[in-house]
């Protein structure tokens, strides 16, 4: 049987993407197909809302804005993305704490001095605290690091991260051993309440590690905080035009390697003989060859729908139907303003536009929404993340406008009391904005137009079930060799030469690469004889 390509990726999100770029660069004929009609799964950025004012539009991200995890990797250095049109813009301060009542912002640099000067401002005894925060979860996290980067080994999880932390040095500290692991293994409420004495400093942390999804009562999540420390490292980043422009890059990367990759082309199924996955057949009903299938979809799409039930012994059928996909996470509307919010807290700081603003009051707010989301309901009151990006790239708007993201937690897929996403999702987005005008009361009447993507919304636009922006739930049982299931944990499956390679496996969801980087290790060593990386 003739074999037109040497891999097909399903899927054009930027863990396939990397997946892609690796092997077109170690020589293999690559084929990327994306269902939708634009590129770039959940990192794209799109035109939007033209008008006779506003003739060309404005620059909006349908997915992922910040880009964070992936300055950890050595994937845009080794893809030479730069080559390819990306460039980056410093997010700095990386975040910013506007004061809920009262004159005032905590601010977060990457360079730790200038943080510790704007905790200095609010609660001088946090400044030895956060510098011993700093010291504990860096240390900790250059292992963890490095598990991130590697297929997971199936051992158990603290031996793991205890030898990565072996190569660099102790992972504790003399006398800290117990200590130590008994913070990791805390939940992040728990380690934030435990590190710091001031309510706000303490919220602005709680509600920025809420980001990667689980609540902050969740056991062994003590490093979703501890990340803290690894952001004074690499910093948070913009790609200039958009979150989309990094997946631009990745293309141009593998269409200038030879390989090639066609939007509207989804694909139903995944063929399957013997044993073995040979190709796909499109939903136009095209079948395509090819001596490797990787499949950066989310796991249950390609297990049950593109695979298939009959291509799966019984036990682990009912593994992957039973992973925790969560009911939801939240939800975000991408707004084109007439200007910039003027904080009443800070209407002179202009560095607070640089980075993400968390609009967040208190603790006690945030348990709120959770409970609210554990009632089947969304958030009376939802707490946000602001994201005013034109600030920092003009690009993006053109004159007399601006765009204003505002993501917010949390928002359950499943509704109780018979309610209807595409019945309440106008409501609920305005209930979001409300939030901004509390806090910025110059935005009232400033909107021109948004694009609002509830859970339901979210699913529909980039396949993500439950609307789940990490694929499944990152809580401890599902990390490490535990995602997405274990015998689905080394991006390998029981189908012979079928991969995955997105934010379902190890370690996770978030714009980091390092799933479609450890897949693509795997694949070249399996089907190259030469090392490649």
Sequence with gaps: MNTNYDAIIIGSGHNGLTTAGYLAKAGKKVLVLERRDTLGGAVCTETMFQSDAFPSGFRIDVGSSAHIMIHQTPVLDELKLADYGLEYIEMDPMMSFPYPDGKGVLHFYKDINRTLDSIAQLSPPDVQNYKDFITFWGRINKGVLKTFMVPPTGKHIMSEMIRGQIRDGSMFAKGEQMDGLRRILSSYGQVVDEAFEHPYLKTALLWFAAQSGPTPDQSASGDFVGWQAMLHESGAKRPRGGSGMLTQAMIKMIIAHGGEVRADSPVASILIKNGKAYGVRTVAGEEILADIVVSNAHVQTTMLKMVGPEHLDASLLHRVKNINVGNGFGMVIRCAVRELPEYTACPEDDDIHRGLQLLCPSRDYMNRAIGDYQQGMPPKEPAVVAMTFSKIDPTLAPDGGNTLFLWAQWHPYNLANGLQWDDIREQEAMKIYNVMERYAPNMKGKLIDWYIQSPLDIERKHGLINGNVMHVEMTFDQMFMFRPTP??????????????????????????????????????????????F
Excluded: D, M, R
Aim: proline share 4%; charged share 15%; hydrophobic share 35%.
């Design 487 to 532: 015998e689905l944990s080394q991006y390998k499956t029981p189908i012979a030469n079928l991969y995955l390679s997105s934010a379902s496996c190890h370690p996770g969801g978030g714009v980091f690469a390092a799933a479609g980087y450890n897949a693509a290790g795997v694949i070249l060593k399996e089907h190259s004889k030469k090392q490649w």
